[in-house]
T-cell receptor, first 115, second 115 residues
Framework: DAKTTQPNSMESNEEEPVHLPCNHSTISGTDYIHWYRQLPSQGPEYVIHGLTSNVNNRMASLAIAEDRKSSTLILHRATLRDAAVYYCILRVANAGGTSYGKLTFGQGTILTVHP | NAGVTQTPKFQVLKTGQSMTLQCAQDMNHNSMYWYRQDPGMGLRLIYYSASEGTTDKGEVPNGYNVSRLNKREFSLRLESAAPSQTSVYFC??????????????FGPGTRLTVT
């Protein structure tokens, strides 16, 4: 399975933008890029996902490199509530194009937000 | 909607004891998953059920069994608990199909300690 590489930790100040990078140089053409985050003492929650094009939703934006070997999760204005572990995950699609739901979590990036 | 519920929230077992972790979802999802998370680590998939009546092994299935009781419920059984199974256990569910996000919804977790 293709793997992702993320920095162990990042810091930000409240109300500033945060760019969380993820490398996935062995990504295959049908792998989707998913981001989840895990707040302290909670289960993970979905943030955003994409395949080739940049994506926006109410929580964040996802910028995907043209060669798809890297991506960046963008939090436009960090709040204290955004302090969490952020996981970049590749969701594998099988050769027939039917995607499995299985996710493989790495260690993620611990985001600290300072007031 | 309660989403994904897990019982119990906390459990302490002695080595060799058995127990069943319960999980239920009320979102009519086809797929359900069991993960474990050790301190400072990402989640690892134990077992998953792509649909009612099917179960498959994940990354770390040894020492566990599962039952997909019906579409709503997916239980995880430890037949003979070992200290290495001390962990936080998360259940998740998702829907899959063309055009869907495959977003996984997670329960609050069960904190299990085996002494």
């Amino acid at each position: 399975d293709a793997k992702t590489t993320q920095p162990n930790s990042m810091e930000s100040n409240e109300e500033e933008p945060v760019h969380l990078p993820c490398n996935h140089s062995t990504i295959s053409g049908t792998d989707y890029i998913h981001w989840y985050r895990q707040l302290p003492s909670q289960g993970p929650e979905y943030v955003i996902h994409g395949l080739t094009s940049n994506v926006n939703n109410r929580m964040a934006s996802l910028a995907i490199a043209e060669d798809r070997k890297s991506s960046t999760l963008i939090l436009h204005r960090a709040t204290l509530r955004d302090a969490a572990v952020y996981y970049c995950i590749l969701r594998v699609a099988n050769a027939g194009g039917t995607s499995y739901g299985k996710l493989t979590f790495g260690q993620g990036t611990i985001l600290t937000v300072h007031p | 909607n309660a989403g994904v519920t897990q019982t119990p929230k906390f459990q302490v077992l002695k080595t060799g004891q058995s127990m069943t972790l319960q999980c239920a979802q009320d979102m009519n999802h086809n797929s359900m998953y069991w993960y474990r998370q050790d301190p400072g680590m990402g989640l690892r998939l134990i077992y998953y059920s792509a649909s009612e009546g099917t179960t498959d092994k994940g990354e770390v299935p040894n020492g566990y069994n599962v039952s997909r009781l019906n579409k709503r419920e997916f239980s995880l059984r430890l037949e003979s608990a070992a200290p290495s199974q001390t962990s936080v256990y998360f259940c998740a569910s998702s829907e899959h199909g063309a055009g869907l996000t495959y977003e996984q919804y997670f329960g609050p977790g069960t904190r299990l300690t085996v002494t």
